[in-house]
């Protein structure tokens, strides 16, 4: 019974040891969800509602202003998820395949491969950002959806 006990205790203490860890992650969770809260708090507004409160809620909520921008938005939409169902799905079966090879297959330059394939995934993406519009564009395939 004593061991239970001692064993109770030291989680308790490391709960209470964890909690002002805990605290600062729950401030920084509720910070970065404020954005979004706004974000729809702000969209359900009338433009009266807003010009006399802006930061205020928005009561009666007005759920007109989303059916007022779907026509516009439907077409961006399926364009994004054209082209991310494809990007997905082409991603993974390549990364699939590759997997596959270098993990059941030995073959000359299989390290030197491997080590280039690790060594681009620490390149940032932003930095190829740039060269891909470039290759998008002179490829003509800008605004082709």
Sequence with gaps: MNQRSSRLNARTRR???????????????????LPV????????KTAEQFDANPWG?????????????????????????????????????????SAYVFARFAFPGKELLYYAVISLMMVPFVLSLVPQYILIRRLGLLDTL
């Excluded at 809260?37 to 969209?43: G, K």
């Design 15 to 33: 709960r209470i040891s964890n909690l002002p860890v805990h605290a600062v992650l729950m401030l920084l969770l509720l910070l970065s969800l």
């Design 37 to 44: 809260a706004m974000l729809f708090i702000q969209s359900g």
């Design 57 to 97: 809620l928005a009561l009666p909520y007005n759920f007109g202003n989303f059916a007022q921008i779907a026509p516009g938005v439907t077409g961006y939409l399926m364009n994004t998820l054209t082209v991310c169902i494809a990007a997905i799905s082409i991603a993974l079966t390549i990364a699939s395949f």
